[in-house]
């Protein structure tokens, strides 16, 4: 793992671990959240939208009944699914495209 917090970056530099190289990451998962190296959330924003929609295609069979009350299948959603979307959600640094695409996704 590689720290950056200078100006001054050193290309040639190559973390070896009982003399084999490291290969550099360009993304990696920490605590759930995904670390770019080039500092965006892209990667962060597309896996809390999939676990969303993973939290939501495995209860299907139950939000596809016809007899489930529409006000449970939202009561679940705002529950279940948002939170799941909107995990670590505070400390995003977000752009205008990032915000349209939580809420294009959130609409869907």
């Known amino acids: 793992m590689e720290c950056n917090f200078s100006i001054n970056r ?25 670390v770019q190296s080039d500092g965006e959330i892209d990667g962060g ?3 809390r939208i999939q676990v ?6 495995n209860a299907s069979g139950l939000l596809c009944d016809r007899k489930l009350p529409l006000k449970l299948k939202e009561k679940f959603y705002k ?6 979307m909107l995990y670590g959600a505070k400390c995003w640094p977000l752009k205008v495209k990032h915000n349209m695409k939580c809420c294009r996704d959130e609409v869907a």
């Open 10 to 34: 050193f290309c040639g530099v190559f973390v070896t671990l009982s003399d084999q190289v490291i290969n550099k990451s360009t993304h990696f998962r920490y605590l759930g959240s995904i």
């Open 45 to 47: 924003i597309i896996s």
């Open 79 to 84: 529950i279940v699914v948002r939170p799941a």
């Open 52 to 57: 969303g929609w993973m939290k939501w295609r």
